[in-house]
């Protein structure tokens, strides 16, 4: 987290004599950026032998700072002519043949690197896979085999490495990939190489099927028939297509109101133009029934998330450079696929937090996805049911449009939603999870042989081991309370990777007697079972998933109905499309609306809507039900009546009071440190010379803080935060450029900011 420190920059450089400015004149100088924070750009001069080699994209290995230690670096830009006054240093290595990612792509890095606030060096090092960068200028897959009739192995006395290789191949039945043999053998490409001076090994280059980054050949499916709500949005977006023009296009369908088969089709026309497109969609949504759909609808689908090798990652990434691929689907950093003929751009789910990434470069997929689509003149369709507030505003205030699906196909109704008012339920009362509504409808349901999703926000067995004498048992890093989990008999802080057995008596104050409080979902897992003995019940969140595959593999069982219940949390309220559900439960809708968050409320009707949405998708009616402590929460009045337009109008009336997103722009500041008081200090110092920047510029900048933050201690950290809100983006971005090099940040305190921050913890 110590990406605000800044660099000494430039070295001093004595003046040079007229011959050496002369001479500078015509060189050829390489722009260099380094993975570091709010970094500038270098220059090197490029020598002769590199001269024709050098291309902007490539890595390069140049002396940095005072003991010119060999440094990693991107090049992004070379330009003929010299620095006069500066005597430059000369560029040592070209790493890669090929340049990693063109020149678009780097354009837009560059736009990301100003956006978010992060240096140039630091985005393209995120942005470009571990594998390509591995693996860089193996353009074409080559495959080696060894040699027909060699003499022994051990006969060639061979070096260790190329020894090791050679042998791999010997044994090998088919011919191996560059990458595979790398790794195999624990080296680099150069025993490779000399093996193949020696004739020892062959290279055959390979042509593979498309089908081989299709994985299984899905069945092939017609389009769909759209109905009339379908068929007006496609056309809308055909137009903006057509006019070959940039247009943000929300797509505001209501669950089951068939986006996918809009996108499909739009996909489809973009496809006749030989062009490719993007789907992004939550990670969590790459269930085969997902790619499937796409599958049976297109020759050629690239799937990226994050379970790929890091060869693979490489292989899919070239396979869409050479255009090969046609639909590239993927999670958040999709959004980065090197399709040569970018035609559309499709976010699924555009609401998910996800598309928000929480580390360096602190990127929203959603505006990446919004920049390039504007450079290169294409739609960027978003599609969910309940948009986020920013993007909302966007069609307000015409900058964007937004296209409405009221209708679910086929005339399905909405699932009617029940607010169960659980305050003086017996059940809960008897400290149950099901209050007495809930326990009937899971019963009717049942036997009806309908299916149940019971949604609890919470995984664990309980959350908090309390003591009646303090407040109970946190981690010792983190101000967090410790879950228990009964799977393992461990308590577990939710924010660090702590575990400890579960004490006799309160660690604290030594008391007897510690009481478990609250339900996750192990506990609600047990009660089920407990009540409904003949049912087949499966779990469904990340302690029960940790195994690849079995997330998919419980979605395919309850598919074939050899499930009944599926509880679980946010993992089973995204996207899931089963005809067969007729019924909803929401455990808990009150846990999540009062969290200290701007968008406790937004998140909560999302939530609630977006789980309300898998039932009823069939020709089955469903039902929802919804327990909560608050039955007059205007948020969850909203959710129940499936009234987005209603809560929307709610909740800008409060961000506008607020001054808050997405009526201004926001960057929230984290500071953190070992010792409490150091960190507080340097956040009031930061704040006030900060305040006093604003001011004599007078900019239209508030600052509001410091405070701790609201997870003071988090891995030992003590943790302080203040927001800086804006009506003009731009604004905040400039003066934090000037500010960061003058402030002198201590060296015990790290610092980060994060620019439209989702997670204000
Ligand atoms: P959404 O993404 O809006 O929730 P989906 O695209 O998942 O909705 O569509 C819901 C279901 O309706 C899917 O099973 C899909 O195959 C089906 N569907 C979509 N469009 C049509 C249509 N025009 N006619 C019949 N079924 C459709
Ligand atoms: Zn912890």
């Known amino acids: 987290m110590s990406e605000a420190r800044q660099p000494g920059l430039f070295d001093d450089q004595p003046d040079l004599s007229p011959w050496e400015i002369e001479a500078a004149n015509d060189q050829l100088i390489a722009e260099v950026v380094f993975n570091r924070p709010l970094d500038t750009v270098y220059r090197y001069i490029v020598p002769d032998e590199f001269r024709e080699l050098i291309q902007p994209g490539q890595r390069v290995r140049v002396p940095f700072g005072r003991g010119n230690s060999s440094t990693l670096g991107f090049c992004v830009r070379t330009h003929v002519g010299g620095t006069p006054g500066k005597r430059l240093k000369s560029l040592a290595e070209i790493c890669d043949r090929e340049p990693l990612l063109s020149q678009s792509m780097l354009d837009l890095t560059e736009w990301i690197a100003g956006r978010y606030l992060s240096g140039w060096g630091q985005v393209l090092e995120s942005v470009i896979p571990a594998g390509v960068k591995r693996q860089a200028g193996t353009r074409e897959i080559v495959f080696y085999r060894a040699a027909d009739s060699l003499p022994d192995i051990d006969t060639l006395k061979l070096p260790s490495k190329q020894h090791a290789v050679l042998n791999l191949l010997l044994q090998s039945d088919d011919p191996m990939r560059v990458d595979e043999l790398t790794a195999a053998a624990g080296c680099g490409v150069s025993p490779i190489d000399s093996l193949k001076k020696k004739n020892f090994i062959i290279p055959e280059r390979r042509r593979v099927s498309t089908h081989s980054i299709g994985g299984e050949i899905a069945t092939r499916q017609e389009d769909l028939k759209l109905n009339s709500e379908q068929s007006a949005a496609l056309q809308e977006i055909l137009k903006v297509l057509r006019e070959s023009r940039h247009e943000t296009l929300l797509l505001h369908g209501v669950t089951g109101s068939g986006k996918t088969e809009v996108y499909i089709q739009a996909i489809r026309e973009v496809i006749s133009y030989g062009r490719q497109a993007i789907v992004l969609v939550p990670e969590i949504s790459l269930t085969p029934q997902t790619i499937r759909r796409f599958r049976a609808r297109f020759d050629s689908v690239a799937v990226l998330h994050s379970h790929l090798s890091d060869s693979d990652r490489h292989w899919h990434w070239q396979q869409i450079a050479s255009g090969d691929v046609q639909v590239v689907v993927g999670a958040r950093s999709a959004v980065f696929a090197p399709v040569p003929h970018l035609g559309l751009i499709v976010i699924d789910e555009e609401h998910e937090t996800t598309f928000k990434q929480q580390s360096v470069p602190r990127y929203h997929a959603r505006e990446v996805a919004r920049e390039r689509a504007r450079r290169d003149n294409i739609p960027l369709i978003l599609g969910t049911a309940t948009p986020t507030l920013e993007t909302l505003k966007r069609t307000m205030d015409g900058e964007d449009r937004r296209i409405v ?66 407040k109970g048992v946190t981690c010792p890093d983190c101000d967090v309370s410790l879950t228990w989990h009964k799977d ?31 339900t996750g979902t192990q506990r609600l897992e047990a009660e089920v079972i407990n009540k409904f003995p003949a049912a087949r019940i499966a779990r469904m969140d990340s302690d029960s998933m940790r195994k690849p595959g079995s997330h998919d593999e419980v979605l395919e069982r309850f598919r074939e109905h050899e499930i009944d219940l599926l509880l679980g949390t946010q993992m089973i309220a995204k996207g899931l499309d089963f005809p067969n559900v007729t019924l909803v439960g929401v455990i808990d809708a009150d846990t999540l609306l009062y969290q200290p968050d701007l968008r406790a409320g937004e998140r909560t009707f999302h939530l609630i809507s977006q789980v309300a949405g898998r039932t009823g998708r069939g020709d089955k009616q469903g039902r929802v039900l919804v327990q909560t402590l608050n039955p007059d929460e205007p948020i969850i009045q909203f959710a129940a009546h499936h009234d987005f337009d209603g809560f929307a109008k709610y909740e800008l009336k409060q961000r506008k009071v607020m ?94 900011i994060d620019m439209d921050p989702v997670d204000l913890r």
Not at 439 to 451: C, E, M, P, R, S
Request: proline share 8%; hydrophobic share 40%.
């Open 405 to 470: 699906l009221k209708e679910r196909v086929e005339q399905r109704p909405l699932p009617p939603v029940s607010i169960v008012d659980i305050r003086n339920d017996p059940f809960i009362q008897r400290r149950h999870s099901l209050g007495r509504a809930m326990t009937n409808a899971i019963q009717v349901a049942l036997k009806a042989g309908g299916q149940g999703i019971l949604f609890l926000n919470l995984r664990g067995y309980s959350p908090v081991l309390w003591c009646g004498k303090c």
């Open 488 to 518: 393992r008999s461990r308590l577990v802080c939710h924010s660090c990777d702590f575990e400890m057995e579960s004490p006799e008596r309160c660690p604290t104050c030594h008391q007897p007697g510690l009481r478990l409080i609250g």
């Open 659 to 752: 001054q808050a997103p997405p009526f201004q722009s926001m960057a929230r500041v984290i500071l953190r440190a070992l010792d409490e008081r150091i960190v507080q200090a340097e956040s009031q110092r930061i704040c006030q010379l900060l305040r006093e920047r604003i001011q004599a510029g007078n900019r239209p900048i508030r600052v509001l803080g410091p405070a701790p933050a609201p997870i003071l201690r988090l891995r030992k950290y003590f943790r302080y935060h203040f927001q800086l809100t804006s009506p003009e983006q731009q604004q905040i971005e400039e003066v934090w450029r000037e500010f960061v090099p003058t402030m002198k940040l201590a060296a015990e305190v790290d610092m980060v």
